[in-house]
């Protein structure tokens, strides 16, 4: 039998690529002497280095047509057997087709994000489970795979864990929770003042300090936290996505609304408290079965688009909610 070469086609974002992890952990325990590749955008390359389930990694850089073009020849001289399309964009089924996979899996047109990008699948799959993780692992069960377990092998850079060690001592930061008030779209968001007051309470409650996590354009925005929270004020840090991962891992617990650095949480069993208002936990919230989910929203208000105003839903989330769901995951504090 020839050799079995997988491509793995998952190019973005944070929370979608935790979401794919157990699916190729799952593909290469059903095939442990296959080629595994995985082509993603370069600002994640941290997400995926030093994957024990991988045999490459290719870097895209996002919005080159360049980085595309030879993204595209490299991929086609490994000749892989199968291309599995995770993403469900014209720009991911695109290099899935042009690797020359002969066989390319993806998802069926009504649960890709861009329908159309099922024709170029030769496999188009109608995946049975709710979450997203278990929607991803249908893909790799097409190709043999089981789902005993979930595994999320994700590895810490010791210079990133130096870096951050770094910051928090210059800081004066030893234990410490994180906050992250950012979600990709506002709509999913809870407002920064409420961030601030919850800030101040569990401060008190806990004896810990806390950082606010932020991404690119959300330094405004965790401003605002920090000017609404008062003493002790929340420390902000500019890390990158390696320090990222080393500061969610590190943490005593993170509250966040539906986003990649609670998914990331997570996945390494920090404890999550998620703040989830119109997208629905059932499909996109912590997969970890211990943590704990705050919602009021009603099912009409569920919904994946966006706007670029605070939902109803999140709105309707208080600040006693919030704490009292700390509480469950982690104990009243003595």
Not at 93 to 117: D, N, T, Y
Not at 247 to 263: E, Y
Not at 293 to 310: G, K, S
């Amino acid at each position: 039998m020839a050799e079995e070469r997988f491509l793995i086609v998952k190019l973005g974002s944070l929370g979608d690529l935790v979401f794919t992890l157990p699916a190729v952990a799952a593909l290469r325990e059903a095939h442990p002497n296959a080629r595994i590749d995985w082509v993603v955008e370069r600002h994640w390359y941290p997400l995926l280095e030093r994957n024990p389930d991988l045999s490459d990694v290719i870097i895209l850089d996002r919005d080159s047509t360049g980085s595309f073009l030879f993204a595209a020849w490299r991929l086609r001289t490994v000749h892989y057997t199968c291309a599995i399309d995770f993403q469900g964009l014209y720009k991911s089924a695109l290099l899935a087709r042009f690797s020359g996979a002969p066989q390319r899996v993806g998802f069926k047109a009504r649960f890709a994000r861009e329908p159309a990008a099922s024709i170029l699948y030769t496999q188009r799959i109608a995946p049975a489970g709710a979450h997203m993780v278990e929607q991803n692992l249908a893909l790799a069960a097409a190709l043999g795979a089981g789902n005993s377990h979930y595994r999320f092998p994700l590895r810490v850079r010791p210079e990133a864990q130096a870096r951050l060690d770094e910051k928090l001592s210059a800081a004066g930061i030893g234990d410490f929770f994180v906050l992250s008030p950012g979600g990709g779209w506002v709509s999913k968001c809870w407002p920064a003042e409420r961030y601030g007051a919850l800030h101040r309470e569990l401060a008190r409650r806990r004896g810990l300090r806390g950082v606010v996590s932020y991404g690119p354009g959300e330094r405004p925005l965790a401003e605002a936290v920090r000017r609404t929270a008062g003493e002790p004020e929340p420390v902000l840090l500019d890390i990158d996505v390696a320090q990222l991962m080393a500061l969610v891992r590190q943490a005593r617990f993170v509250v966040a609304g539906d986003s990649g650095p609670l998914h990331l949480a997570s996945a390494f069993g920090t404890p999550v408290v998620g703040l989830y208002g119109p997208t629905d936990p059932a499909r996109n919230g912590p997969f970890n079965p211990a943590d704990v989910v705050v919602r009021n929203a009603r099912p009409e208000e569920t919904t994946l688009r966006r706007r670029d105003r605070y939902s109803p839903a999140m709105l309707s989330i208080t600040i006693e909610q919030v704490l009292e769901a700390v509480e469950r995951r982690l104990g009243t504090p003595s």
